[in-house]
């Protein structure tokens, strides 16, 4: 079966670091996403990643190791405004299906 | 960024009633559409994968007779929730891959259902 873990909540501190981590055991593997949700919104595009190493993008960072099964989301110099669910996600080789993680709610202290 | 658009953003129907969502790919073509639900403080839950002109592929546990896709063409895609019942009630969200983001998947707006 497939199985996408990551923690069910987090908590920082504005203008702090955080890491969200989320390992998987997939049947197949594309890539990994990481998307943004905020409570009663669609989620937004966070990053993809294929291969393994770092992407940075702005204040977001995400990692990847295939052979591990392993991905963080990095969010430096937070916002109150990233107090949001954070999606952990896996494209499968059969049809791009995309499976999601249960997600990781933020919570951004002042 | 390739834009997905789902109407209606929300609905309430009676018990027993049908409902049709639409997923549109408004600047693309969607190779294949995904639909999701996702209820309160839970994760998206994907339902479904659809092809245009073929048979939609269901998730374990998905009844098809219950949850009707239709994927006509390569712009649109409809969820049609036949004979709803307050359990039904949920956010339903598609989902488009084929813009030029590759395999990046572009979100419709979601709809709230609610089944009184």
């Known amino acids: 079966g497939q199985n996408i873990d990551q923690p069910t909540e987090m908590t920082a501190t504005e203008g702090a670091i955080v890491q969200i981590n989320c390992t998987y055991q997939t049947s197949g593997f594309n890539g990994l996403f990481w998307y943004q949700q905020h409570a009663g919104e669609a989620p937004t595009f966070l990053s993809y990643?294929?291969?393994?190493g770092l992407e940075e993008k702005g204040r977001f960072s995400s990692f990847l190791s295939r052979s591990k099964g392993y991905s963080y989301l990095l969010l430096k110099e937070l916002q109150m405004k990233d107090s949001a669910s954070y999606l952990c996600?896996?494209?499968?080789?059969?049809?791009?299906?995309?499976?999601f993680g249960k997600g990781t709610r933020l919570h951004i202290l002042p | 960024g390739a834009v997905v658009s789902q109407h209606p953003s929300w609905v309430i129907c009676k018990s027993g009633t049908s409902v049709k969502i639409e997923c549109r790919s408004l600047?693309?073509?969607?190779?294949?559409m995904f639909w999701y639900r996702q209820f309160p403080k839970q994760s998206l839950m994907l339902m479904a994968t659809s092809n245009e002109g073929s048979k939609a592929t269901y998730e374990q546990g998905v009844e098809k007779d219950k949850f009707l896709i239709n994927h006509a063409s390569l712009t649109l895609s409809t969820l049609t929730v036949t004979s709803a019942h307050p359990e039904d009630s949920s956010f339903y969200i598609c989902?488009?891959?084929?813009?030029?983001?590759?395999?990046?998947?572009?979100f419709g707006q979601g709809t709230r259902l609610t089944v009184v």
């Open positions: 996600a896996v494209s499968m080789n059969r049809d791009d299906k995309i499976i």
């Open positions: 600047d693309f073509q969607a190779t294949t």
């Open positions: 990643n294929v291969l393994d």
């Open positions: 989902s488009a891959t084929g813009g030029s983001g590759g395999t990046e998947a572009f």
